[in-house]
């Protein structure tokens, strides 16, 4: 037939039974195409689904195929000339087939089909041809299981009841023409006469006790051409049964399972901007990014650790560092930030931040250098950070104490030469000669001169039982080594609230191993409420959202503690241009209010395999996906539910692409960030002016002035 059309079906799983019946009654109207033939391939590459059809019919075609089993796919198709062709014929065709499951049937045939072996070539093929309508059956109608010596001998002989029960069971319904072939290219005669019976006895569950199923030789000449030879006039159902399509949710041999169910890809999902998947719902590959405006509705990752979530989030921190965004990453660990330094452009270099408190000499980083800010707003951050590391014993009577001693400290460092530290938090409260000057300069604010006078009038024994509590937890971690190196510099020579509107890329590693669990979460969350305040300060900025700066923090949990509820934060960053891409393990780490507020306000999600509890709330969040779906990903399969186009698209599935290849330049870019913005080591006179090691972790003077 020289204008028919191939074309290859991605069917989508779960097949259910009763869509396939319902698009088969449709094609048996009369403005389906004819001919139309459904062909099935089992190959070394697998098995394939085939439509051959008239050019002409190509748009009606399509329409009728997708309208009737939403998500599938359709792609052009060749297939190869069999060798050997033969012709399934039934006798009487009149007669129904026998009642049986499809998917029994569909189950058989794909067995029979992964029969081949190497080189082999299987296929069935079903052409549809003539439709006869639905009709009733005289009680005088001739029978059709009459044998030709009786029917001689004796003339025609009237059907019995039963046999004309299953005549109008048949009649009743539509039916097609139809054409039943099996092709075999294999390589030798025995081998295919083999395959060829194998696939038969398959079919052959569709005997019944008065219809008999038969093989003819065929030619492939009329496989080629679709030529129709019809031995059988099939119903819906039956067509069901014969197509050889995977129904249910069965596995079938050479077929994707039913779950993990593969979702296509929309065309509205950038294939260009922060590349970090490609689909894998069948059909031509379709790559996954975001627009960095449809990333501003916030990210929320879930799966496990080695899932593959720190691979998409590189993907997008470096798609950021080249564009020359804003970018600031906090991972628990070392691994990603390693990676992402490995693989940083020389040229990108001279932008890049690392803070990390395990360095010998780190860069900097104060959150009481106010500057211009409002100490109350500042103070607050850094209280929601203490309460939430030092959540045991932190009550009222804490809070009072260490927010007022911090608020002290930030207003007296904005009169003085250079601000105070953290580290000098724990001094402020036991060192009366530290104290004198602190109070004196904020005598003006009558609320913090009323707290100090308090304070000042209790016993020494009374301020010692106030303070020690606090100070035992404080102490455990404010006086580590690390957190003194990086927290203890007054004045940086990197100021991370510049971050957005200098667009440096700021990477912190909190390796717990090296630092401690307690430090790494106060220094995080300390990191994070500092971007908090940055984020607010952009409200200053003139369009914020044309200039987006994107954050990435790992293991949320352990450090989104915020003054204010993180759905307004979510909300307020979106409006001043700052994206959050958040990543956890698994549901049950996230507090309530903070799984409530992901849920709402981080509108791109991507999930990799996740536990029974988990795959049921996100199931709940995805219509086309139930829980088993979640649980069934394999390792770097993900379902996502991506911005785009400023409105959220349908999940679809997709594979992480790998890491880019790493370009060697960890160590360079570290030691250039050290050289710009680390700590510089004491001069041999400012050594020697410290006079004791409390006031060399207090008060640090080895620090050039920040860079313009």
Known sequence: MPDL????????????????????????????????????????????????????????????????????????????????????????????????????????????????RGEDHVALQLILGRTHAARSVSAKSADPMQPLASLVFEGVRAVEPETRRRLQQRAAQPTTAATLRIGVIAGNQKRTGALVWEVFGAVQLLQSPEL??????????????????????????????MLAWPLG?????????????????????????????????????????????????????????????????????????????????VEP???????????????????????????????????????????????????????AVFEEGWGPRTEYLIHGALLSLARAGQRATDPYTLIELPRLLTDVAFRRPVIAAIQDDATLASFWAEFEELSPAQRAAMVAAPLNKLRKILLRGPLVRMLGQARPRFRLRDVFRERSVVLVPLNDALIGTGAAKLLGSLIVAELWNATLERAREKHPTKRPGMVFVDEVQNYLHLPTSIADALATSRSYGVAWHLAHQYRGQLPPAMRAALDT?????????????????????????????FQALPRFEIYAHLVAGGVPV???????????????????????????????????????????PKEQAGRPTNQKARRA
């Open 601 to 629: 306000n981080a509108r791109s999600k991507i999930c990799f395999a996740v536990g029974p509890d988990d795959a049921r709330d996100l199931a709940r969040m995805a219509p086309q996906l139930s829980a088993d779906d």
């Open 5 to 116: 059309v191939l074309t290859r079906l991605h069917l989508p799983r779960p097949l259910g039974a009763d869509s396939v019946t319902r698009l088969m009654a449709r094609l048996m109207s009369v403005d389906a195409p004819r001919p139309l033939i459904f062909e099935v391939h089992a190959s070394a590459d697998g098995v394939k689904h085939l439509v051959g059809y008239p050019s002409a019919a190509t748009p009606r075609l399509k329409r009728l195929l997708q309208g009737h089993l939403p998500g599938l796919a359709l792609e052009p198709a060749t297939r190869p000339d069999v060798a050997a062709v033969s012709r399934i014929v039934a006798h009487p065709g009149v007669l129904p087939l026998a009642d049986i499951d499809p998917e029994q049937v569909a189950s058989a045939i794909y067995q029979a089909l992964a029969a081949r």
């Open 333 to 387: 660990k070392a691994q990603l930030i390693d990676s992402v330094l490995d693989r940083i452009a020389p040229e990108r270099a001279e932008c890049v931040v690392v803070l990390d408190a395990a360095d010998a000499m780190p860069v900097g980083f104060n959150p009481l250098d106010i500057g211009d800010r409002d100490p109350d707003v500042v103070v607050d951050g850094i209280i929601a950070a203490l309460a």
């Open 249 to 329: 949710e069965r596995d079938y041999p050479g077929i994707a399972g039913a779950h993990p169910r593969r979702l296509p890809v929309l065309e509205i999902v950038s294939a260009t901007s922060s590349v970090f998947a490609t689909g894998t719902a069948p059909g031509p590959e379709r790559l996954i990014g975001m627009d960095p405006a449809s990333r501003l509705q916030h990210l929320v990752a879930t799966g496990p650790t080695g899932s593959g979530k720190s691979t998409v989030l590189e993907h997008l921190i470096l798609s950021d560092i080249e564009a020359g965004r804003a970018c600031v990453v």
């Open 650 to 692: 349908e999940w679809c599935s997709g594979r992480t692409l790998p890491p880019r290849p790493a370009l060697g330049t960890r160590a360079k870019v570290r030691q250039r960030s050290r050289d710009r913005y680390g700590a510089l080591p004491p001069t041999t006179s400012e050594a020697a002016a410290t006079t004791s």
């Open 212 to 241: 008999r199923l038969s093989l003819n030789y065929d030619s492939s000449s009329r496989w080629r051409a679709a030529t129709a030879r019809a031995a059988f006039r099939l119903s819906p159902d039956e067509l069901t049964s």
